[in-house]
């Protein structure tokens, strides 16, 4: 028995994933466990169709067990994001190794990246760039190249590396054991507008969701899964949450604002000021600077709406929620049974009576459920997160 951890948005499931699966097995993973964002994801975005249907997808795809990340986690930064989900990971107790896609295909070539994203972020050289308005990303570049040679740098420059990196620093941080395994990621690149093959990015499909043969780009029981909720109005747009979303903006003081998971260096000043907007678009705009990328913007007003703060980061995450599980993931469940140093359940009612940090928690995420529902075209009712039952779902 070897388990293999994903971490994913699945935001839809797509061939590129199904790919990812199918080289994870050839690797030799008997069983995959699949740490998947719920219904906020990590670019500062509502999931297209909820985390009980995609996680189903997945199952039916290729994974075989579904825990979702919390969603202060899923609503991080990389490092946040990357940290979160290993955590869970490493805390199973019976997890092998942790698969995941990036653009270099490398690991030595990922590891040097570690290696100066390390020295590099404890430098005052970044700070120095920081300070003069240059974003973390770009400075990080800037500093990679300088120290460390192009081909080095040149990890720095794509989406899934950046992840890569970050999953590698979490291992090492968490002193794990598990063991890293990439898959170069195949034809369609990160937020690509195009095909290549019946290969699509995520950002593409959700943008085409609808259009005739967008059915090419998905495994079956996915696109059966998101037809069905096109078809009955539960696909999510982030653009229905703009009133709400400023409403939350207008009613917050700058210190409220400050306790923001990404705010600092004065920054909620500069987004108190932006209440003035007359649209999200146009807050956001107010707001950005060279520093600060749109992304961790969208991030920041989607944690305020949901009453995240910086302190629900401070403990790592507290339980493993499951979505979605088919037999393989009972066996999973089994063997981490004796082992894992956090409680796995389906059952959020359940995990959020342990303690104060698991109600928390829960709350949050339930919370987080009935605001994602106000999204879609017909809202679904309140207080799902503590009534969803979790069967067995059958693979293809």
């Given at each position: 028995?070897?388990?293999?951890?994903?971490?994913?948005?699945y935001?839809?499931?797509h061939?590129?994933h199904?790919?990812?699966i199918?080289?994870t097995?050839?690797?030799?993973?008997?069983?995959?466990?699949?740490?998947?964002?719920?219904?906020?994801?990590q670019?500062?975005?509502?999931a297209?169709?909820?985390?009980?249907?995609?996680?189903?997808?997945?199952?039916r795809?290729?994974?075989d067990?579904v825990i979702?990340l919390?969603?202060?986690?899923?609503?991080?930064?990389?490092?946040?994001?990357?940290?979160g989900?290993?955590y869970?990971?490493?805390?199973m107790?019976?997890?092998?190794?942790v698969?995941f896609?990036s653009?270099?295909?490398?690991i030595?070539?990922?590891?040097?990246a570690v290696?100066a994203?390390?020295?590099?972020?404890?430098?005052?050289?970044?700070?120095?760039?920081?300070?003069?308005g240059?974003?973390?990303?770009?400075?990080?570049?800037?500093?990679?190249e300088k120290?460390?040679?192009k081909?080095?740098?040149?990890v720095?420059?794509?989406?899934?590396?950046?992840?890569?990196?970050?999953?590698?620093?979490?291992?090492?941080?968490l002193n794990s054991?598990?063991t890293?395994?990439?898959?170069?990621?195949?034809?369609?690149?990160?937020?690509?507008?195009?095909v290549?093959?019946?290969?699509?990015?995520?950002s593409?499909?959700?943008q085409?969701?609808?259009?005739k043969g967008?059915s090419?780009?998905?495994p079956?029981?996915?696109?059966?899964?998101l037809?069905?909720a096109?078809n009955?109005?539960?696909?999510?747009?982030?653009?229905?949450?703009?009133?709400a979303v400023?409403?939350?903006m207008?009613t917050?003081?700058?210190?409220m604002?400050?306790?923001?998971?990404?705010?600092?260096?004065?920054?909620?000043h500069r987004?108190?000021?932006?209440?003035?907007?007359?649209?999200?678009t146009?807050?956001?705009?107010?707001i950005?600077t060279k520093?600060?990328?749109?992304?961790r913007?969208r991030?920041i007003?989607i944690?305020?709406?949901?009453?995240?703060t910086?302190?629900?980061?401070?403990t790592?995450?507290?339980?493993g929620?499951?979505?979605?599980?088919?037999e393989?993931?009972?066996?999973i469940?089994?063997?981490?049974?004796?082992?894992?140093?956090?409680?796995?359940?389906?059952?959020l009612?359940?995990l959020?009576?342990i303690?104060?940090?698991t109600?928390?928690?829960?709350?949050?995420?339930?919370l987080?459920?009935?605001i994602?529902?106000?999204a879609m075209?017909?809202p679904?009712?309140?207080?799902l997160?503590?009534?969803?039952?979790?069967?067995?779902?059958?693979s293809?």
């Open positions: 028995m070897k388990v293999s951890g994903i971490i994913c948005e935001n839809p499931f061939n590129g199904y790919y990812h199918k080289k097995r050839e690797n030799g993973a008997t069983h995959i466990v699949a740490i998947m964002s719920g219904n906020f994801v670019r500062g975005d509502v297209i169709i909820d985390k009980f249907e995609r996680a189903k997808a997945a199952v795809c290729g994974a067990l979702e919390p969603v202060a986690y899923s609503l991080s930064g990389a490092e946040g994001f990357a940290r989900a290993m869970i990971l490493n805390a107790g019976c997890v092998d190794e698969s896609g653009e270099s295909g490398d030595n070539k990922i590891l040097s290696q994203s390390i020295v590099c972020s404890q430098s005052q050289e970044l700070r120095t760039l920081l300070e003069g240059m974003s973390y990303p770009s400075a990080m570049h800037v500093l990679a120290n460390y040679g081909q080095v740098a040149d720095f420059e794509w989406p899934n590396n950046l992840l890569a990196i970050e999953y590698l620093k979490a291992i090492s941080y054991k598990i890293p395994f990439t898959v170069t990621r195949k034809n369609a690149g990160h937020d690509q507008p195009d290549m093959c019946n290969f699509a990015s995520a593409f499909i959700r085409n969701v609808g259009e967008y090419d780009l998905m079956r029981p996915m696109y059966e899964i037809t069905e096109v009955e109005g539960r696909v999510a747009k982030i653009e229905n949450l703009e009133k400023m409403y939350r207008r917050m003081t700058p210190s604002i400050r306790d923001v998971p990404d705010v600092g260096q004065g920054l909620e987004i108190f000021e932006a209440r003035t907007a007359s649209s999200v146009e807050m956001m705009e107010m950005k520093r600060y990328t749109m992304s913007i991030r007003l944690n305020a709406l949901l009453g995240i910086k302190d629900d980061l401070t790592p995450p507290v339980y929620r499951i979505l979605a599980v088919n393989r993931g009972t066996d469940l089994g063997v981490a049974k004796g082992k894992s140093r956090i409680p796995l359940s389906t059952s009612a359940k959020s009576e303690n104060a940090v109600r928390r928690t829960a709350e949050l995420e339930s987080s459920t009935d994602y529902s106000i075209r017909k679904g009712p309140v207080g997160d503590y009534r969803a039952k979790i069967g067995i779902t059958n293809i």
